[in-house]
């Protein structure tokens, strides 16, 4: 019998973060987010289940600016290897459907790369999983289908996972992910030369580090970072006295219009309608 740090744990906390418009989406699907094992939290972040039955509503479209990671994913929308997208990800949800994924930290997925691909070959695609794991992938897509358990399910991509995991003495690159949790803990970060200062690295290691390790230069990495906290900033706008032109001071934007046009180009509406919207008002 595996001991319990190998198997899978239970639900995790929900962080919205990266979901736009998310109370949008109460009561259209479901979503949970399970811990990996003890072994796999190395390099698997979470797994995650969304459920959904639309049989008696219409389509939705549920939109995220997703985390700069590889998920993998079964199921019945967009099965695949998901590589990291710098691109806003529309899941356009009807009927009665489920998928399952895992979530790789950043730089997790680098030792699951079979050669020739790179973490850089992966960028904004989707990928049978068999293209990358040949008839091993394609079982695992089968076995996963085959029951409407959410924990066996999970079980089966872990023991997938496991069996392809490095040894145990082998340690993910460290400096991705504290780099990553600088930029979420400090707004003021929003260029890749002040990251670099505050941690201490050069301009040349921090963009070597994110093309292996992640796959899209460091400056895809920071905008997505800085577009994240501007949209959480104006989800909640209404409850917050201000402009636009102090919240894009606040996240060192050049004035107001230059924050718009990248607010509408990466949300795909201007922040003032994108407040309205998740204010329930669009």
């Given at each position: 019998?595996?001991?319990?740090?190998?198997?899978?744990?239970?639900?995790?906390?929900?962080?919205?973060?990266g979901?736009?418009?998310?109370?949008?989406?109460?009561?259209?699907?479901?979503?949970?987010?399970?811990?990996?094992?003890?072994?796999?939290?190395?390099?698997?972040?979470?797994?995650?289940?969304?459920?959904?039955?639309?049989?008696?509503?219409?389509?939705?479209?549920?939109?995220?600016?997703?985390?700069?990671?590889?998920?993998?994913?079964?199921?019945?929308?967009?099965?695949?290897?998901?590589?990291?997208?710098?691109?806003?990800?529309?899941?356009?949800?009807?009927?009665?459907?489920?998928?399952?994924?895992?979530?790789?930290?950043?730089g997790?997925?680098?030792?699951?790369l079979?050669?020739?691909?790179?973490?850089?070959?992966?960028?904004n695609?989707?990928?049978?999983?068999?293209?990358?794991?040949?008839?091993?992938?394609?079982?695992?897509?089968?076995?996963?289908?085959?029951t409407?358990?959410d924990?066996?399910?999970?079980?089966?991509?872990?023991?997938?996972?496991?069996?392809?995991?490095?040894?145990?003495?082998?340690?993910?690159?460290?400096?991705?992910?504290?780099?990553?949790?600088?930029?979420?803990?400090?707004?003021?970060?929003?260029?890749?030369?002040?990251?670099?200062?505050?941690?201490g690295?050069?301009?040349?290691?921090?963009?070597?580090?994110?093309?292996?390790?992640?796959?899209?230069p460091?400056?895809?990495?920071?905008?997505r970072?800085?577009?994240?906290?501007?949209?959480?900033?104006?989800?909640?706008?209404?409850?917050?006295?201000?402009?636009?032109?102090?919240?894009?001071?606040?996240?060192?934007?050049?004035?107001?219009?230059?924050?718009?046009?990248?607010?509408?180009?990466?949300?795909?509406?201007?922040?003032?309608?994108?407040?309205?919207?998740?204010?329930?008002?669009?």
């Amino acid at each position: 019998m595996p001991c319990p740090s190998s198997k899978p744990q239970g639900p995790s906390p929900i962080d919205r973060r990266g979901i736009l418009a998310p109370d949008a989406g109460e009561g259209r699907f479901a979503l949970s987010r399970h811990a990996p094992s003890e072994r796999l939290s190395r390099w698997i972040d979470r797994y995650w289940v969304v459920r959904w039955d639309l049989r008696d509503a219409p389509p939705y479209a549920q939109e995220t600016l997703p985390f700069p990671a590889v998920n993998v994913v079964c199921g019945t929308h967009r099965p695949g290897v998901h590589g990291v997208n710098t691109a806003r990800f529309v899941a356009q949800l009807s009927g009665v459907g489920w998928v399952l994924g895992a979530k790789f930290r950043p730089g997790g997925f680098v030792p699951f790369l079979p050669p020739p691909w790179t973490m850089g070959s992966l960028k904004n695609r989707e990928l049978p999983i068999e293209a990358l794991y040949g008839d091993a992938g394609r079982r695992l897509d089968e076995a996963v289908a085959s029951t409407d358990d959410d924990h066996e399910r999970i079980a089966l991509m872990e023991a997938f996972f496991s069996e392809r995991a490095p040894s145990e003495d082998t340690t993910p690159e460290p400096r991705v992910p504290s780099l990553l949790a600088l930029l979420q803990g400090d707004p003021s970060l929003v260029r890749v030369d002040l990251l670099a200062e505050r941690a201490g690295l050069s301009m040349r290691s921090i963009q070597r580090l994110f093309l292996h390790e992640v796959g899209v230069p460091a400056s895809q990495v920071v905008r997505r970072a800085r577009m994240q906290e501007a949209a959480e900033r104006v989800a909640r706008w209404g409850a917050s006295p201000g402009t636009w032109a102090d919240l894009a001071a606040e996240l060192g934007y050049t004035d107001q219009s230059h924050f718009i046009r990248d607010f509408k180009q990466q949300i795909g509406q201007t922040p003032t309608r994108y407040a309205r919207r998740c204010a329930g008002r669009s």
